[in-house]
């Protein structure tokens, strides 16, 4: 598909369709949402610890292209995430379309992780440790799937995206309902 089509022309599968953003939004405002994902992400953080991973805060996990790896999270993660003030990306409305070019993570700030309790499944796993790649995979996986079940549950359309595009495409649909900070 040519840039100069409209929005309306785009398959609804498509992650960059408005009308998903505008879905996977509402849905994270609502409470039992926000609790499932509250629940998971505390559910994750507990199994992650009990495996003891090295992180020495170097941010290098966020320098994505530099580190040689993609993150992915589903559009309801993102959606809950700019749901916050403090998961509205620090940057300015002309880098938006640039957001998948970056090499960092645009939260990350001063080399450390300006939404850390916000931060989506992806960022809770992976480590820099070359021993977290004997249980991370796995853990990923399981919770991965949780995210799948809780998106069937409240029938919402389910899309695995990479985070920078993913971000961006958020943020072009829900302009009109997060605001503040650069955007």
Same mark, same amino acid.
């Given at each position: 598909?040519?840039?100069?089509?409209?929005?309306?022309?785009?398959?609804?599968?498509?992650?960059?369709?408005?009308?998903?953003?505008?879905?996977?939004?509402?849905?994270?405002?609502?409470?039992?949402?926000?609790?499932?994902?509250?629940?998971?992400?505390?559910?994750?953080?507990?199994?992650?610890?009990?495996?003891?991973?090295?992180?020495?805060?170097?941010?290098?996990?966020?320098?994505?292209?530099?580190?040689?790896?993609?993150?992915?999270?589903? =559009? *309801?993660?993102?959606?809950?995430? $700019? %749901?916050?003030?403090?998961? &509205?990306?620090?940057?300015?409305? !002309?880098?938006?379309? @640039?957001?998948?070019?970056?090499?960092?993570?645009?939260?990350?700030?001063? =080399? *450390?992780?300006?939404?850390?309790? $916000? %931060?989506?499944?992806?960022? &809770?796993?992976?480590?820099?440790? !070359?021993?977290?790649? @004997?249980?991370?995979?796995?853990?990923?996986?399981?919770?991965?799937?949780?995210?799948?079940?809780?998106?069937?549950?409240?029938?919402?359309?389910?899309?695995?995206?990479?985070?920078?595009?993913?971000?961006?495409?958020?943020?072009?649909?829900?302009?009109?309902?997060?605001?503040?900070?650069?955007?």
């Amino acid at each position: 598909m040519n840039k100069s089509e409209s929005n309306a022309t785009r398959p609804p599968s498509d992650p960059a369709d408005p009308t998903l953003w505008r879905q996977w939004h509402a849905a994270a405002a609502l409470p039992v949402v926000d609790r499932a994902i509250r629940d998971l992400y505390r559910r994750l953080d507990v199994e992650v610890a009990s495996h003891h991973p090295v992180c020495r805060q170097s941010g290098r996990c966020c320098h994505f292209d530099s580190y040689g790896h993609l993150m992915y999270v589903t =559009g *309801l993660e993102v959606a809950w995430l $700019l %749901r916050h003030p403090a998961g &509205r990306p620090p940057i300015q409305k !002309p880098q938006r379309a @640039q957001l998948p070019q970056l090499d960092s993570c645009p939260f990350q700030i001063d =080399g *450390l992780c300006s939404v850390h309790a $916000l %931060r989506p499944t992806g960022c &809770r796993v992976f480590f820099c440790d !070359p021993t977290a790649r @004997q249980w991370e995979s796995a853990v990923y996986d399981g919770y991965l799937h949780d995210l799948r079940a809780l998106h069937d549950r409240h029938h919402l359309d389910y899309r695995y995206i990479e985070w920078r595009s993913a971000l961006r495409d958020a943020l072009a649909a829900l302009k009109p309902h997060v605001t503040g900070g650069g955007l």
